[in-house]
C-alpha cells in the first residue's frame, strides 16, 4: 500500500507535486473548509484539464440527504455537464483527502488521468491506502497518482471538525 507523504508521487506516472498542484489543491482545500463550515464533513475537489477548472464541489451528503454526495462525485458529475461528456479524458481530480471506494469508481467511470489527493484515508482509501482501485489490472481504466498534497493542511480541517464535532 501506498504511503502519503509530502509530495510523494505514486501510480503508473508518478512524479512529484507541481506548483500547478498545489494551487488546484489550494482550490480544493478551500471547498474543503466550505463544506466544515456548513456542518459536512470538510472535504473538497477540483477537476482541471488543459489548466482550466471544469468543476469544483464540496462534501454535501448531509444538506442534500446523498449517500453519494462527496465531493468527487459531486465535482466530477459537475465536469461533465461543463464537459458535455461523463467521460473526462485527460482530466485531474484533485481531492484533498483519498477518495474511498465509490469515488475511486465514479473517477475510473469518468476515465480521469490522474489522481492529486491530500491525506491518505487508512480506514476507507481506495487509492493505495485500504484498497488501490486507481492501478488494479482487473479494471478496464488505470490513472497517475500523486498523494500527500497540502497532506498536513487537509489532516487539520478534518481533525478540527472531528474534534470540535466532539465537543458540542
Not at 465536469?79 to 467521460?87: E, H, I, K, Q, S
Amino acid at each position: 500500500m501506498r504511503s502519503a507523504s509530502a509530495t510523494t508521487a505514486t501510480g503508473p506516472t508518478g512524479g512529484a507535486a507541481t506548483e500547478a498542484d498545489q494551487h488546484w489543491m489550494a482550490l480544493a482545500l478551500r471547498q474543503a473548509a466550505r463544506a466544515g463550515a456548513a456542518g459536512e464533513v470538510p472535504v473538497g475537489a477540483v477537476v482541471v484539464r488543459d489548466g482550466h477548472v471544469l468543476a469544483r464541489s464540496r462534501n454535501a451528503s448531509i444538506s442534500t440527504h446523498d449517500p453519494s454526495g462527496h465531493a468527487e462525485v459531486r465535482a466530477l458529475r459537475a465536469a461533465g455537464r461543463r464537459a458535455g461528456n461523463y467521460r473526462l479524458p485527460g482530466a485531474v481530480l484533485y481531492v484533498t483527502v483519498e477518495p474511498c471506494a465509490m469515488c475511486m469508481g465514479a473517477a475510473i467511470q469518468a476515465r480521469v488521468a490522474r489522481l492529486v489527493y491530500g491525506c491518505a484515508d487508512p480506514k476507507a482509501g481506495a487509492a493505495g491506502s485500504l484498497f488501490d482501485l486507481t492501478n488494479d489490472r482487473r479494471l478496464n481504466h488505470r490513472m497517475a497518482v500523486t498523494a500527500g498534497v497540502n497532506a498536513q493542511d487537509a489532516r487539520e480541517l478534518l481533525q478540527r471538525f472531528f474534534r470540535d464535532r466532539r465537543a458540542s
